[in-house]
């Protein structure tokens, strides 16, 4: 991965993956371990499980691909994807 940068606040033992990603920028708040996988920066995949208002970010993302499961009031920003 090429300078990723990733915010954490108030996490529970995080888990994040990154594979060829260039700059990415993700905020997590509120979370308990999260587990994240980003392929190629292209089409990311990401898995939520047991998660309590997840906020996440994504910058200069293309077709990203978000599951949620057991989640409550999520919300997501996306900047830039297509």
Do not use: D, Q, R, W
Not at 34 to 54: D, E, H, K, Q
Not at 59 to 74: D, E, H, Q, R, S
């Amino acid at each position: 991965s090429i300078a990723p940068t990733v915010f954490y606040l108030n996490n529970i033992a995080p888990t994040v993956f990154y594979l060829n990603n260039i700059a990415p920028t993700v905020f997590y708040l509120n979370y308990i371990a999260p587990t994240v996988f980003y392929l190629n920066n292209i089409a990311p995949t990401v898995f939520y499980l047991n998660y309590i208002a997840p906020t996440v970010f994504y910058l200069n993302n293309i077709a990203p691909t978000v599951f949620y499961l057991n989640n409550i009031a999520p919300t997501v920003f996306y900047l830039n994807n297509i």
